[in-house]
């Protein structure tokens, strides 16, 4: 059977185990050496395809490879660089195949969120148009959990965990300070339009008086007055209140708390720090002392406290990637399906692309609290096998350790393309 090569590249926001993905993508098109020869990746996603800027990941030690399962951040460089529609923009994707036929690419896996599903499927459109036989296949990842058709996205595991346990730490060392000191702590986490980082915090604790006593979702309306009552009766009752609140929480309208007024480079707005927003509403209406946190990159990054069952997961998705397209599969991704809570079990199978590209999964009414501001059983049901099991990277010197790559680069054979 005829050998040709693949491509691999990193989309959007990065997480504590996308690397671990790519190790699955790479060891497992290393397994089939007799029909995949070459493995390239796009240094800094799709964009390292346009420009024919493309790392030779052959000259990686089997090694360096087997590393990237326990290194953060994206080892071959990310984007937030969204493909538009291709009749208007059509130069752009005809570039891609052109490179992809000069490298004799003939498998294309892109590991990234909706967007990137929805870049993956146009490709895919684009080379069956062009008569370019291309086998596109998406690699989940995205921490916001907010995919369709999986269980759950990996990346969410990771970063639920360290919510969870962020806020239960972060709790204790109020409680212990209160009677002199704050009284209320924001910690703000991500979520632009699902709430599933925010539920996560609410792990923390699962008792009467237990922070955090009150979880802010992006699915729930925020009404000021009535959050300022809860966190006036929890210092009443408790001496103290943690919030957990998801950056996208928003007004009954549509507008977020923290609106930065620009967008990105995928069109979403920009939200510019809800916790010191809340933060300035307790102070101005209660007169409460407080401190707030972002978790910002480092909830994202912290490959030290992942999650083993989402390691597990985001390495399965890459392999099965590599497996779907050996196997003639296109515009497919590898989707995690739940088969049981307890024990956890899942397995993993093939969703079609036209199902996931740009449609968002928000938290069901059903795992939201009937005041809103807090989890159900059902939702805790869920959310807590993907936070089990400790994966820790080996360390030196007392920091964990990470792939050193050589990132060298692959020779440019067309003329260069401007962006």
């Known amino acids: 059977m005829a050998q040709h090569n693949a491509f691999y590249a990193q989309s959007g926001g990065v997480t504590a185990v996308i690397n671990a993905s790519a190790c699955g993508v790479i060891e497992t098109c290393r397994r089939h050496s007799d029909r995949i020869g070459k493995v390239y990746a796009g240094h800094s996603g799709i964009i390292g395809a346009l420009t024919e800027d493309l790392i030779d990941v052959n000259q990686e030690s089997d090694e360096a490879i087997a590393a990237l399962r326990h290194t953060p951040g994206g080892a071959f460089g990310s984007c937030r660089y969204k493909l538009k529609d291709i009749e208007s923009h059509r130069a752009q994707y005809e570039r891609l195949i052109e490179v992809f036929k000069a490298h004799n690419i003939r498998y294309f896996f892109y590991n990234g969120g909706g967007d990137s599903a929805d870049t993956c499927l146009k490709v895919s459109q684009l080379s069956e148009k062009m008569g370019y036989p291309l086998t596109a296949i998406h690699v989940p990842k995205t921490v916001d959990n907010d995919l369709p058709i999986t269980d759950n996205s990996p990346g969410f595991g990771s970063v639920a965990k360290y919510i969870a346990t962020s806020t239960r730490e972060a709790a204790l060392d109020i409680a212990s300070m209160c009677a002199t000191s704050t009284k209320v702590f924001v910690l703000e986490v991500m979520g632009r339009h699902a709430g599933w980082i925010a539920a996560a915090g609410a792990l923390a604790g699962n008792g009467e008086g237990e922070p955090p006593h009150l979880v802010i979702f992006p699915e729930i309306p925020f009404e000021r007055a009535k959050v300022m009552a809860r966190v006036e009766q929890a210092v009443k009752d408790y001496g103290y209140c943690v919030i957990v609140v998801s950056e996208g929480a928003r007004y009954a309208d549509?507008?977020?708390?923290?609106?930065?007024?620009?967008?990105?480079?995928?069109?979403?707005?920009?939200?510019?720090?809800?916790?010191?927003?809340?933060?300035?509403?307790?102070?101005?209406?209660?007169?409460?002392?407080?401190?707030?946190?972002?978790?910002?990159?480092?909830?994202?990054?912290?490959?030290?406290?992942?999650?083993?069952?989402?390691?597990?997961?985001?390495?399965?998705?890459?392999?099965?990637?590599?497996?779907?397209?050996?196997?003639?599969?296109?515009?497919?991704?590898?989707a995690i399906k739940r088969l049981s809570d307890s024990p956890y079990e899942w397995r993993i199978e093939a969703a079609p692309l036209a199902e996931v590209a740009n449609k968002e999964k928000y938290m069901p009414r059903d795992f939201i609290r009937e005041d809103g501001f807090g989890i159900t059983a059902a939702c805790r049901r869920y959310l807590s096998p993907l936070i089990q099991g400790e994966d820790f990277p080996p360390f030196e010197n007392g920091l964990p350790m990470v792939a050193s790559l050589k990132l060298a680069k692959v020779e440019r054979k067309l003329p260069e393309f401007t962006l």
């Open 254 to 334: 549509g507008t977020f708390l923290a609106d930065a007024g620009n967008t990105d480079a995928f069109g979403h707005r920009q939200l510019g720090g809800v916790a010191p927003t809340l933060a300035g509403m307790v102070k101005q209406d209660l007169g409460y002392k407080y401190h707030w946190a972002v978790a910002d990159y480092l909830q994202r990054a912290a490959r030290h406290l992942a999650s083993r069952t989402d390691v597990e997961q985001a390495y399965a998705v890459g392999q099965k990637a590599v497996e779907l397209a050996l196997d003639g599969k296109n515009a497919m991704m590898p």
